[in-house]
């Protein structure tokens, strides 16, 4: 599917890093942008180039986790020929190629220290210098960073140069979790319903039913909006009946009866065995009943209903998931099944 560019969202969180981003994106300096995984780092970086001066100049992009630490210098900075084995041309860098640009470093927090320091020299100097070579090279590159750590804390360990940190900061954008971003859930999730719909050659989108949308909005969605995208794109293809309001998720696609038991090394060593439910997922938080209690009994079992409910369509029915999602036997879920008259 084609590389997502729009910003979804109303929430206020959401709504002022992309301002701050739109205003940073205006001056030539360098900008940080914090967030976890699949919040947006990468559309936040790119939108940053896109309003600048720089627009019509060129966009580089360099994940740092994806480069070999032997390899990561050759890479930002380039290398001569001979300069080791295998370099068997001269090759520019990533700073030379965006040289009148911008350079888009992704997880900037882990690259090592050596390389640290010769970045460091290239955005307080402007210039590099190829491996292999010593003659510095001039380069005019403005430089937009990622990463999901925070970087004092690294400053602190004694694994991220301060004075490169420094130099970094000039703005600081940190993107907002999708569990902190009120409100912009349910407006993602139907966007990207919509499109799957389309996408699938159904005549209209149906919507959500109320067991979906209360599950999304009790899950804590770690891995944010793209976790979400795949999430809705998955139980959209798996609903039967287009016409109706998509009412199920499968939150994690590894879920099966006939999943291989997960190898816990640390326990192997010790001797104890790891528990085949430990892969199962936990079911989604239900909010618990509000307002004064008449009766207890009643209000429990109602509660439990519901919790019952939930994790049997998040399971999509499948009674061995569920037992194992809560922690029961399979008789334990059959019987708890037929007493809320569940079957």
Request: charged content about 25%.
């Amino acid at each position: 599917m084609e590389r997502e560019t729009q910003f979804i969202g109303q929430s206020a969180a959401f709504q002022d890093a992309v301002d701050r981003a739109s205003q940073a994106a205006l001056l030539d300096r360098p900008v940080l942008v914090i967030g976890e995984r699949g919040t947006g780092k990468e559309l936040i970086a790119e939108r940053l180039h896109r309003l600048s001066a720089r627009w019509d100049r060129p966009y580089v992009i360099m994940n740092c986790a994806a480069m070999p630490e032997t390899l990561i210098e050759s890479e930002l900075f380039g290398h001569e020929a001979g300069a080791f084995t295998g370099a068997t041309r001269t090759r520019a860098g990533r700073f030379e190629e965006a040289d009148g640009g911008t350079l888009f470093l992704d997880e900037l927090a882990t690259m090592s220290m050596g390389a640290q320091e010769r970045l460091l020299r290239a955005v307080e100097y402007g210039e590099v210098t190829r491996v292999g070579s010593s003659r510095p090279i001039r380069v005019d590159v403005r430089i937009v960073a990622a990463t999901n750590e925070h970087l004092p804390a690294l400053v602190d360990d004694n694994r991220f140069r301060a004075d490169l940190l420094d130099r970094l900061s000039f703005e600081v954008i940190t993107l907002p979790p999708l569990r902190a971003r009120e409100g912009d859930i349910e407006v993602l999730a139907t966007y990207f319903g919509t499109r799957m719909a389309a996408v699938l050659g159904w005549d209209e989108w149906p919507g959500f039913g109320p067991r979906a949308l209360a599950a999304m909005e009790g899950h804590d969605w770690p891995g944010n909006v793209r976790e979400l995208r795949n999430v809705i794109e998955r139980g959209i293809y798996r609903w039967a009946d287009p016409s109706k309001p998509v009412d199920a998720l499968s939150f994690d696609p590894f879920a099966s009866p006939w999943q291989p038991a997960v190898r816990n090394t640390t326990a192997k060593a010790e001797g104890a065995a790891a528990p085949a439910s430990a892969a199962v997922e936990a079911p989604a938080p239900v909010a618990p009943p509000s307002g004064p209690v008449s009766d207890l009994r009643a209000t429990v079992d109602a509660y439990e209903k519901q919790i019952l409910a939930d994790t049997m369509a998040r399971c999509r029915f499948n009674q061995k998931i569920a037992a194992e999602a809560l922690g029961l036997s399979y008789d334990q879920i059959r019987h708890a099944l037929k007493k809320h008259g569940l079957n």
